[in-house]
């Protein structure tokens, strides 16, 4: 099928006779769904496309015929124009090498940015710790060991580590403030 034209915002594609539902690279989906697809594929954002082919509201992008066709027909284009993600952060290296020569530290950051987007240098830190059976086994017992045990432990270990000194120590047990409910 071939690739409608890009219209501005306001002139919709005129609707085809087409059959309700069609295959297309051996996905059934229906005709406006595909011409969704192929308004976000040329480019559009999700409400321009959804308004361009008449869909009121949010358009079907989380439908997964959608997104099957979408990801397929992506990684066709990508594979026909032969940019790879290696290709991209050197053509963001170039322009900010290009915003270096013209002295506009905005532009070069916007760039830095996007390679850092790209590799992942933003995405949050995730740190897991995993107990094993045995430290779990002694977490549990060091909780439920009396304070003169706990004591006992800690002045064997100062015995066994010259490095290891208690000078002053004090506790305060503070309660926790009643709830009152709103």
Known sequence: MPIPKFEPE???????????????????????????????????TKSQAAKHVGYKGAGPEHNSKVKAYLATQREV????????????????????????????????IAGWR????????????TKRLILTTDQEQQKHQLETMAEDELLRLASDS???????????????????????EH
């Open 158 to 180: 100062e015995a066994d580590s010259s490095d290891l000194s208690i000078i002053d120590a004090d506790f305060d047990f503070i309660p926790a403030a009643p709830r009152t």
């Open 77 to 108: 284009m990508r594979q026909r124009n032969q940019i790879s993600r290696d290709d991209v952060i050197q053509g963001f290296k170039v322009a900010i090498d290009d915003a270096k020569l013209l002295s506009d530290p905005t532009a070069q």
């Open 10 to 44: 306001g002139k919709r594609m005129p609707r085809k006779a087409a059959t309700p539902t069609q295959k297309v690279q051996g996905l059934e989906i229906g005709s406006k769904m595909h011409r969704y697809a192929e308004a976000r594929l040329l480019g559009m």
């Open 114 to 125: 996007e390679i850092g987007k790209m590799l992942g240098h933003y995405e949050p830190e």
